[in-house]
């Protein structure tokens, strides 16, 4: 069992920056692909950024390529999600998620932090 929960999400105006975070407990962190999910209202869940175990090889969804960044800490059980140049589009619930490899599913997910962008 992994155990996720996210932190870092809140209120910011159009062009700010947030970072979120994911705390990991549990099993062995570094043995888990970790990706960022988000979902608007009224859309569906979609993946914004993975990042593999080692932290060397990372996925960026098109719409956030360029201006999110994300990033593991094996040594803290942490990944985060640097999101900078926000736009009112990228207001959503942030979750974190865990899965053991790119072929399997994921586990894994935390219970969200909500990030809202104002114009």
């Known amino acids: 069992q992994v155990q996720l929960v996210e932190s870092g999400g809140g209120l910011v105006q159009a062009g700010g920056s947030l970072r979120l975070s994911c705390a990991a407990s549990g099993r062995t962190f570094s043995s888990y692909v970790m990706g960022w999910f988000r979902q608007g209202p009224g859309k569906e869940r979609v993946l914004v950024a993975d990042i593999s175990w080692t932290g060397d090889s990372a996925y960026y969804a098109d719409s956030v390529k360029g201006r999110f960044t994300i990033s593991r800490d094996n040594a803290k059980n942490t990944v985060y999600l640097q999101m900078n140049s926000l736009k009112p589009e990228d207001t959503a619930e942030y979750y974190c998620?865990?899965?053991?490899?790119?072929?399997?599913?994921?586990?894994?997910w935390g219970q969200g932090t909500q990030v809202t962008v104002s114009s």
């Open positions: 998620a865990a899965r053991p490899g790119y072929t399997t599913p994921y586990d894994y």
